[in-house]
């Protein structure tokens, strides 16, 4: 993400003795970079049915101001980690970072597995007006199985920088995992999902 003033600040899932959402930055056009910043360590639940859906694989964009807005997803939010919840953090800096904040797209509790987000935001907004889009994938039942699991698109939108957020869309679905291309980490839809507001509108 690059901030108005060249600031460089590259969000990361990264993999030690804990997995973590993490950042670093450079301010002098890529000659040097800073030493990797914690974002938040993972907590992860594993989806059902052999689904290759990159884990906590992290996606990010920036506003107007510069501000950095990264999502995940993670179980922390939920009884026994039985699912994952979507959560967002952000930085004006790319070093320091607000605490994880559960995107509310379905009730804590209620064992919708959600994965693979994709945020946007609009470019000409920032601050508490900033824009947002959410895509990702999720299934009804995080315990389901490979003959019961059903994919399914959901998106989300927020107009004041992620404090409160819209009720969510079925975009698509339900698709049978089995339906996926079959890859040697598992079924797979794709590691990643893009999102991309049209300037100065809420469409994404």
């Given at each position: 993400m690059v901030q108005p003033d060249g600031s460089v600040v590259v969000p990361?899932?990264?993999?030690?003795?804990?997995?973590?959402i993490s950042a670093f930055r450079s301010t002098d056009g890529g000659a040097s970079w800073s030493a990797?910043?914690?974002v938040a360590v993972v907590s992860h639940h594993t989806s059902a049915a052999n689904i290759r859906n990159g884990g906590a694989l992290p996606s990010a964009e920036i506003d107007r101001s510069g501000r950095v807005y990264v999502v995940w997803s993670d179980c922390r939010f939920e009884p026994g980690c039985q699912a994952n919840d979507l959560v967002l953090s952000t930085s004006a800096d790319g070093l320091a970072w607000t605490a994880p904040a559960r995107v509310p797209l379905d009730p804590v509790g209620s064992m919708v597995d959600h994965f693979t987000p994709g945020i946007g935001v609009?470019?000409?907004?920032?601050g508490r007006k900033a824009h947002l889009a959410l895509a990702y994938y999720y299934y009804a039942r995080s315990d389901c199985t490979l003959d019961t699991c059903e994919l399914h698109v959901g998106y989300s939108s927020s107009s004041n920088g992620g404090r409160s957020w819209s009720r969510p869309l079925h975009l698509a679905g339900p698709m049978n995992v089995a339906w996926l291309a079959p890859t040697a980490s598992g079924f797979m839809a794709g590691d990643y999902i893009s999102t991309s507001i049209v300037p100065g509108t809420r469409r994404a």
């Open positions: 990361i899932e990264a993999f030690a003795a804990q997995v973590t990797a910043t914690t609009d470019p000409t907004t920032s």
